[in-house]
């Protein structure tokens, strides 16, 4: 399980030189955003019709998150962690066909520039003052590649964040629009293994309206091949089944007790 104490304490500590300028401030209980999205200009949406959603080929970056935090009656919102934006890429890198992880990594190298106060000439709607309210960065990882190809990305990732490394709070996966079956393959299991390892937590993403529950399966299948058999049990909405169970927009966790976690996965629809 990820030490979250010291995330904590790292992302508090942070957030206290935040310029808040941007953000109105109301005497209520600090809040982080723990999951938005900052688009860069050359986004390119995943398996969405470009002309159905248009508004998605605009930027949407630091500015205008403040504009539309500015607009909402109290709350005093004191940073953010920023999530990778589902952009197109080929799980096991470039080839002929495919850019491979150029997208991904330009997410990773534009948070990163955000996190640290460094924007290009050209702005991409952030400036130095915006550094600190970037908390975290959760960026893309090729899941159903295995742990050979998470390896190699993330040494990719970890080049393009540089010094804003430290601010990689755990990788997302989205299972929207994906086949049944990719996220608990043998090398999803191994890549996840290898994530918790490095404790690094995974955020998963699947849509129920759209695609039903196989996703949610695929997710138990997974947990259920890692921990070598052992019943994972699934609890729909904030109920769910007895034990620990897999909650909606909660962590899945193993419901035996005394069973060491080996990995950590935060489920959002």
Request: charged residues 20%; negative net charge; aromatic residues 8%.
């Amino acid at each position: 399980m990820t030490d979250m104490s010291a995330w904590s304490a790292s992302s508090a500590t942070d957030a206290m030189d935040v310029d808040h300028s941007c953000i109105p401030l109301a005497p209520s209980i600090p809040v982080i955003d723990s999951h938005m999205y900052l688009l860069v200009s050359d986004f390119d949406v995943l398996g969405i019709g470009i002309g159905q959603y248009d508004v998605l080929r605009e930027e949407y970056s630091v500015d205008k998150y403040c504009d539309a935090i500015a607009q909402q009656a109290g709350g005093n919102v004191i940073g953010f962690i920023v999530m990778e934006p589902n952009r197109p890429a080929c799980i096991m890198g470039p080839h002929k066909e495919c850019a491979g992880w150029d997208g991904p990594l330009k997410d990773v190298s534009f948070f990163s520039r955000v996190a640290l106060g460094t924007p290009l000439s050209s702005g991409q709607g952030h400036t130095a003052k915006d550094a600190n309210l970037c908390l975290g960065i959760v960026p893309w990882v090729p899941l159903p590649g295995g742990k050979d190809t998470v390896k190699q990305y993330l040494k990719l990732a970890k080049k393009n964040a540089g010094d804003a490394w430290s601010r990689v709070k755990g990788f997302s996966y989205v299972l929207e629009f994906k086949e049944a079956g990719k996220a608990s393959s043998c090398h999803s299991v191994e890549a996840l293994e290898y994530l918790g390892r490095k404790g690094y937590p995974l955020d998963v993403q699947i849509d129920i309206r759209q695609d039903g529950c196989k996703h949610g399966k695929d997710i138990i299948n997974l947990l259920y091949k890692l921990y070598g058999g052992l019943p994972v049990h699934w609890g729909c909405g904030h109920g769910g089944t007895q034990g620990r169970s897999l909650c909606h927009n909660g962590q899945a966790t193993i419901p035996q007790p005394g069973t060491e976690p080996k990995a950590t996965i935060i489920i959002g629809q």
